[in-house]
């Protein structure tokens, strides 16, 4: 009998999470993936040129995120894995609003949201060390915020939850109760949009389903 000489296909045997966000950490988690999923995350830059597009900051972002990690693995650790890096900004009237520096930039940001309708971006990059390949796309949800008055504002940035999020609101705690409604992925506002990420992954060999 002859043996096949084709060499079995590889696939990562386990994921790198490039993030230090808990919401993406625990958005992976409720996946309930086969295989192990390590944090790693990295100090990386995030300033981008004037010129780049909302599509493409958060999808290089995700991709630097990505390949900063795989800095940090062991050469055995990167040959198995498979790294994933996101980053997620809220638009407006063109501008693209990352996190707040202080308290006074995120009552800033929430008195233009109010009332208004704006973008919400995120992008997946998904890089391979092994074969070096790397894929990122996005997703964008349309977002509508309340009208809300200028205590409704102070009181939520006092509670501290805008401090790490982009646009300064989490729609997945008490900025909820901002929101009026949303056209899109729920969880592209959150900050990783499971339904493209499952699909990437599918990219490389990895069913989630
Ligand atoms: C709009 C919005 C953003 N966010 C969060 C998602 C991201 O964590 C954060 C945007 O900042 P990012 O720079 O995308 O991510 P991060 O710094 O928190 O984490 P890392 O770069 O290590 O992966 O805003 C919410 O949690 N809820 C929301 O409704």
């Known amino acids: 009998m002859e043996h096949s000489r084709t060499t079995p296909i590889e ?5 790198v999470l490039a993030s230090s966000s808990p919401r993406r950490r625990e958005l992976v988690a409720s996946l309930g993936l086969s295989l192990p999923v390590l944090i790693l995350s990295s100090d990386t830059d995030e300033t981008t040129p004037p010129h780049w597009t909302p599509p493409q900051i958060v999808e290089r972002l995700g991709l630097r995120k990505a390949r900063a990690s795989a800095e940090l693995l062991s050469p055995e650790d990167a040959s198995a894995s498979l790294i994933i890096g996101a ?3 809220v638009v407006l009237d063109g501008e693209a609003l990352g996190k707040p520096r202080d308290r006074a930039d995120a009552v800033g940001m929430l008195s233009r949201l109010q009332g208004r309708r704006h973008e919400v971006f995120t992008g997946i990059a998904c890089f391979e060390p092994r074969t070096g390949r790397q ?10 915020m309340k009208p ?3 205590g409704t504002i102070e009181r939520y940035v006092e509670s501290g939850e805008p ?5 300064s609101y989490g729609i997945q705690g008490r900025g909820a109760v901002l929101v009026d409604r949303i056209d899109g992925c729920y969880f592209n506002v959150v900050g990783l949009p499971l339904s493209l990420l499952s699909d ?3 990219e490389f060999g990895i069913a989630v389903i």
């Open 148 to 150: 809300l008055d200028s």
């Open 200 to 202: 990437m992954l599918s």
């Open 163 to 167: 401090m790490d999020k982009a646009g």
């Open 135 to 144: 894929l990122t796309a996005h997703r964008r949800t349309e977002v509508v």
């Open 87 to 89: 980053d997620t900004i």
């Open 11 to 15: 696939h990562p045997s386990q994921l």
